[in-house]
Protein backbone atom coordinates (compact mmCIF):
# COMPACT_ATOMS: atom_id res chain seq x y z
CA UNK A 1 0.00 0.00 0.00
CA UNK A 2 1.56 3.54 -0.98
CA UNK A 3 1.65 6.43 1.56
CA UNK A 4 -0.23 9.54 1.48
CA UNK A 5 2.38 11.53 0.06
CA UNK A 6 3.48 8.85 -2.48
CA UNK A 7 -0.30 8.97 -3.95
CA UNK A 8 0.50 12.89 -4.03
CA UNK A 9 3.45 12.71 -6.09
CA UNK A 10 1.65 10.38 -8.35
CA UNK A 11 -1.16 12.56 -8.82
CA UNK A 12 1.12 15.57 -9.38
CA UNK A 13 3.45 13.35 -12.03
CA UNK A 14 0.09 12.55 -14.03
CA UNK A 15 -0.90 16.35 -14.03
CA UNK A 16 2.70 17.12 -15.72
CA UNK A 17 2.39 13.58 -18.08
CA UNK A 18 2.48 14.82 -21.45
CA UNK A 19 -0.80 12.63 -21.94
CA UNK A 20 -4.00 14.23 -20.39
CA UNK A 21 -5.20 13.42 -17.14
CA UNK A 22 -8.43 11.79 -17.29
CA UNK A 23 -10.57 11.65 -14.26
CA UNK A 24 -14.11 10.81 -14.18
CA UNK A 25 -15.88 12.11 -11.24
CA UNK A 26 -17.33 10.07 -8.38
CA UNK A 27 -20.06 10.66 -5.60
CA UNK A 28 -20.02 7.78 -3.04
CA UNK A 29 -18.01 4.70 -2.49
CA UNK A 30 -20.67 2.25 -5.38
CA UNK A 31 -19.59 4.79 -8.14
CA UNK A 32 -15.88 4.79 -7.26
CA UNK A 33 -15.88 1.15 -7.49
CA UNK A 34 -17.43 0.87 -10.80
CA UNK A 35 -14.39 3.66 -12.15
CA UNK A 36 -11.65 1.80 -10.65
CA UNK A 37 -12.33 -1.59 -11.84
CA UNK A 38 -11.31 0.01 -15.38
CA UNK A 39 -7.86 -0.29 -15.90
CA UNK A 40 -8.00 3.46 -17.81
CA UNK A 41 -8.61 4.64 -14.33
CA UNK A 42 -5.24 6.73 -13.23
CA UNK A 43 -6.81 8.29 -10.50
CA UNK A 44 -10.17 9.17 -8.62
CA UNK A 45 -12.10 12.50 -8.72
CA UNK A 46 -14.89 13.55 -6.22
CA UNK A 47 -17.93 16.06 -7.42
CA UNK A 48 -18.52 18.25 -4.97
CA UNK A 49 -22.30 19.11 -6.49
CA UNK A 50 -22.68 15.65 -6.90
CA UNK A 51 -21.63 14.58 -3.45
CA UNK A 52 -24.17 17.36 -1.98
CA UNK A 53 -26.94 15.72 -4.33
CA UNK A 54 -26.41 12.79 -2.61
CA UNK A 55 -27.38 14.26 0.96
CA UNK A 56 -30.18 16.64 -0.54
CA UNK A 57 -28.44 19.38 -0.12
CA UNK A 58 -27.81 22.14 -3.24
CA UNK A 59 -24.60 22.49 -4.52
CA UNK A 60 -22.02 25.22 -2.85
CA UNK A 61 -21.01 24.80 0.83
CA UNK A 62 -24.84 23.94 1.68
CA UNK A 63 -23.55 20.48 2.76
CA UNK A 64 -21.60 19.75 6.50
CA UNK A 65 -18.14 19.29 6.17
CA UNK A 66 -18.28 16.74 7.83
CA UNK A 67 -20.37 14.71 5.33
CA UNK A 68 -18.35 15.54 2.59
CA UNK A 69 -14.56 14.49 4.23
CA UNK A 70 -16.94 11.51 5.56
CA UNK A 71 -17.60 10.35 2.10
CA UNK A 72 -14.13 11.18 0.82
CA UNK A 73 -12.71 9.01 3.36
CA UNK A 74 -14.79 6.11 2.17
CA UNK A 75 -13.75 6.69 -1.02
CA UNK A 76 -9.96 6.64 -0.42
CA UNK A 77 -10.51 3.32 1.53
CA UNK A 78 -11.46 1.79 -1.63
CA UNK A 79 -9.70 3.82 -4.07
CA UNK A 80 -6.50 1.15 -2.91
CA UNK A 81 -3.14 2.54 -4.23
CA UNK A 82 -5.18 5.48 -6.73
CA UNK A 83 -4.61 8.71 -5.65
CA UNK A 84 -7.69 10.89 -4.77
CA UNK A 85 -8.49 14.44 -5.63
CA UNK A 86 -11.89 15.91 -3.66
CA UNK A 87 -14.10 18.61 -4.39
CA UNK A 88 -13.72 21.44 -1.52
CA UNK A 89 -15.72 24.12 -3.13
CA UNK A 90 -14.28 27.12 -1.51
CA UNK A 91 -12.72 25.74 1.46
CA UNK A 92 -15.52 26.05 3.67
CA UNK A 93 -14.13 29.47 5.58
CA UNK A 94 -10.50 28.09 6.30
CA UNK A 95 -9.08 26.32 2.91
CA UNK A 96 -5.78 25.45 5.27
CA UNK A 97 -7.91 23.67 7.99
CA UNK A 98 -9.74 22.03 5.25
CA UNK A 99 -7.37 20.58 3.58
CA UNK A 100 -5.45 19.51 6.74
CA UNK A 101 -8.78 17.46 7.49
CA UNK A 102 -8.59 16.18 3.86
CA UNK A 103 -5.42 14.77 4.15
CA UNK A 104 -6.15 13.38 7.27
CA UNK A 105 -8.68 11.08 5.16
CA UNK A 106 -6.12 10.29 2.36
CA UNK A 107 -6.75 12.89 -0.14
CA UNK A 108 -4.05 13.92 -1.89
CA UNK A 109 -5.25 16.64 -4.01
CA UNK A 110 -7.86 19.63 -4.19
CA UNK A 111 -9.77 21.87 -6.38
CA UNK A 112 -10.66 24.84 -4.50
CA UNK A 113 -12.17 27.82 -5.65
CA UNK A 114 -11.78 31.40 -5.69
CA UNK A 115 -15.52 32.59 -6.92
CA UNK A 116 -13.33 35.57 -7.46
CA UNK A 117 -12.65 37.22 -4.51
CA UNK A 118 -9.71 39.88 -4.15
CA UNK A 119 -6.74 38.53 -6.08
CA UNK A 120 -4.49 38.91 -2.72
CA UNK A 121 -7.09 36.95 -0.61
CA UNK A 122 -7.37 34.08 -3.32
CA UNK A 123 -3.35 33.92 -2.92
CA UNK A 124 -3.76 33.65 0.64
CA UNK A 125 -5.90 30.72 0.09
CA UNK A 126 -3.78 28.87 -1.86
CA UNK A 127 -0.29 29.62 0.57
CA UNK A 128 -2.75 28.47 3.49
CA UNK A 129 -3.65 25.17 1.63
CA UNK A 130 0.39 24.56 0.51
CA UNK A 131 1.27 25.38 4.23
CA UNK A 132 -1.34 22.53 5.38
CA UNK A 133 0.04 19.97 3.38
CA UNK A 134 3.94 20.92 3.71
CA UNK A 135 2.65 21.36 8.02
CA UNK A 136 1.20 17.18 6.88
CA UNK A 137 4.27 15.87 5.37
CA UNK A 138 2.33 15.44 1.89
CA UNK A 139 3.43 17.52 -1.36
CA UNK A 140 -0.59 18.34 -1.93
CA UNK A 141 -1.66 18.61 -5.54
CA UNK A 142 -3.61 21.53 -5.52
CA UNK A 143 -6.01 22.09 -8.71
CA UNK A 144 -6.43 25.81 -7.88
CA UNK A 145 -9.57 26.46 -9.53
CA UNK A 146 -10.57 30.14 -11.02
CA UNK A 147 -14.03 31.20 -11.82
CA UNK A 148 -12.73 33.85 -14.47
CA UNK A 149 -15.38 32.33 -16.75
CA UNK A 150 -18.30 30.52 -14.52
CA UNK A 151 -18.63 33.79 -12.44
CA UNK A 152 -17.21 36.88 -15.04
CA UNK A 153 -20.74 37.57 -15.86
CA UNK A 154 -21.02 39.75 -19.14
CA UNK A 155 -17.74 40.75 -19.69
CA UNK A 156 -16.05 40.46 -23.11
CA UNK A 157 -14.27 36.84 -23.16
CA UNK A 158 -10.59 38.99 -23.76
CA UNK A 159 -11.29 40.33 -19.80
CA UNK A 160 -11.88 36.66 -19.03
CA UNK A 161 -9.21 35.06 -20.60
CA UNK A 162 -6.95 37.63 -18.55
CA UNK A 163 -7.95 37.64 -15.10
CA UNK A 164 -7.38 33.86 -15.52
CA UNK A 165 -4.22 34.48 -16.68
CA UNK A 166 -3.26 36.79 -13.81
CA UNK A 167 -4.77 34.19 -11.06
CA UNK A 168 -3.44 31.35 -12.85
CA UNK A 169 0.47 32.16 -12.62
CA UNK A 170 -0.17 33.73 -8.52
CA UNK A 171 -1.80 30.40 -7.80
CA UNK A 172 0.99 28.45 -9.61
CA UNK A 173 3.48 31.08 -8.05
CA UNK A 174 1.91 30.47 -4.31
CA UNK A 175 2.37 26.58 -5.17
CA UNK A 176 -0.53 25.55 -6.83
CA UNK A 177 0.22 22.34 -9.16
CA UNK A 178 -2.04 23.10 -12.07
CA UNK A 179 -5.10 25.62 -12.23
CA UNK A 180 -8.44 24.48 -13.47
CA UNK A 181 -10.42 27.14 -15.91
CA UNK A 182 -13.66 25.80 -15.59
CA UNK A 183 -16.28 27.07 -18.60
CA UNK A 184 -17.04 25.75 -22.06
CA UNK A 185 -13.51 26.78 -23.28
CA UNK A 186 -13.09 26.49 -27.69
CA UNK A 187 -10.08 25.72 -29.03
CA UNK A 188 -8.93 29.58 -29.44
CA UNK A 189 -9.63 30.17 -25.53
CA UNK A 190 -7.48 26.81 -24.72
CA UNK A 191 -4.73 28.11 -26.23
CA UNK A 192 -4.31 31.50 -25.30
CA UNK A 193 -5.27 29.96 -21.32
CA UNK A 194 -2.57 27.44 -21.81
CA UNK A 195 -0.08 30.12 -23.34
CA UNK A 196 -0.50 32.35 -20.55
CA UNK A 197 -0.48 30.16 -17.82
CA UNK A 198 1.89 27.23 -18.67
CA UNK A 199 2.42 23.47 -21.01
CA UNK A 200 0.12 20.77 -18.68
CA UNK A 201 -0.95 23.34 -16.17
CA UNK A 202 -4.08 24.45 -17.40
CA UNK A 203 -7.23 22.18 -16.28
CA UNK A 204 -10.71 22.10 -17.59
CA UNK A 205 -14.38 20.18 -17.36
CA UNK A 206 -15.50 18.39 -20.39
CA UNK A 207 -18.93 19.75 -20.60
CA UNK A 208 -22.00 19.39 -23.61
CA UNK A 209 -20.93 21.51 -26.29
CA UNK A 210 -16.86 21.27 -25.36
CA UNK A 211 -13.87 20.10 -26.73
CA UNK A 212 -12.83 16.65 -26.10
CA UNK A 213 -10.02 15.04 -23.96
CA UNK A 214 -7.74 14.35 -27.52
CA UNK A 215 -7.99 18.08 -28.64
CA UNK A 216 -7.12 19.89 -24.81
CA UNK A 217 -4.49 17.56 -25.13
CA UNK A 218 -3.09 18.68 -28.26
CA UNK A 219 -3.33 21.93 -26.81
CA UNK A 220 -1.35 21.39 -23.82
CA UNK A 221 -4.17 21.05 -21.33
CA UNK A 222 -2.73 19.12 -17.67
CA UNK A 223 -6.27 17.40 -16.90
CA UNK A 224 -10.15 16.85 -18.06
CA UNK A 225 -13.03 16.01 -15.63
CA UNK A 226 -16.46 16.51 -15.64
CA UNK A 227 -17.77 17.43 -12.52
CA UNK A 228 -21.57 16.86 -11.41
CA UNK A 229 -21.97 15.20 -15.88
CA UNK A 230 -21.12 12.40 -14.55
CA UNK A 231 -24.19 11.80 -11.84
CA UNK A 232 -26.43 13.54 -14.01
CA UNK A 233 -25.62 10.23 -16.69
CA UNK A 234 -26.71 7.93 -14.29
CA UNK A 235 -29.38 9.75 -13.25
CA UNK A 236 -30.63 10.02 -16.57
CA UNK A 237 -29.87 6.17 -17.32
CA UNK A 238 -32.40 5.78 -13.87
CA UNK A 239 -35.05 7.68 -14.78
CA UNK A 240 -35.18 6.35 -18.71
CA UNK A 241 -35.24 2.91 -17.66
CA UNK A 242 -37.55 3.75 -14.90
CA UNK A 243 -39.98 4.92 -17.47
CA UNK A 244 -39.62 1.62 -19.39
CA UNK A 245 -40.48 -0.08 -16.29
CA UNK A 246 -43.48 1.76 -15.41
CA UNK A 247 -44.07 1.38 -19.57
CA UNK A 248 -44.59 -3.09 -18.82
CA UNK A 249 -40.67 -2.99 -19.97
CA UNK A 250 -38.00 -5.33 -18.69
CA UNK A 251 -34.46 -4.82 -17.60
CA UNK A 252 -31.88 -5.03 -19.88
CA UNK A 253 -29.90 -7.60 -20.60
CA UNK A 254 -26.65 -5.88 -20.59
CA UNK A 255 -27.01 -4.74 -17.28
CA UNK A 256 -23.72 -5.42 -15.57
CA UNK A 257 -23.62 -6.35 -11.58
CA UNK A 258 -21.54 -3.33 -10.85
CA UNK A 259 -23.17 -3.09 -6.80
Known amino acids: MTTTSQRAQTLSALHAAPEILRVVNVW ?3 SAKAIIEL ?35 RIVEVAGDLPVT ?15 RAIGVG ?22 IVRAGEAEGVPFALNARTDAFVRGGDRPVAD ?58 ALGVARISYGPMTQRVALTALQDVAKELYADG ?5 TRALN
Do not use: C, W
Open 39 to 73: SETRAIATAGHSIAATFGYADGENIPLDLVLDMVG
Open 28 to 30: DVV
Open 86 to 100: ADLDAGFGDPGETVR
Open 250 to 254: AIPAS
Open 107 to 128: AVGANVEDRLKPLAESVAAVEA
Open 160 to 217: SIADAIERGRAYLGAGADVVFVPGILDADVTRQLVEGIGERKVSVIGLPGALTAAEYE
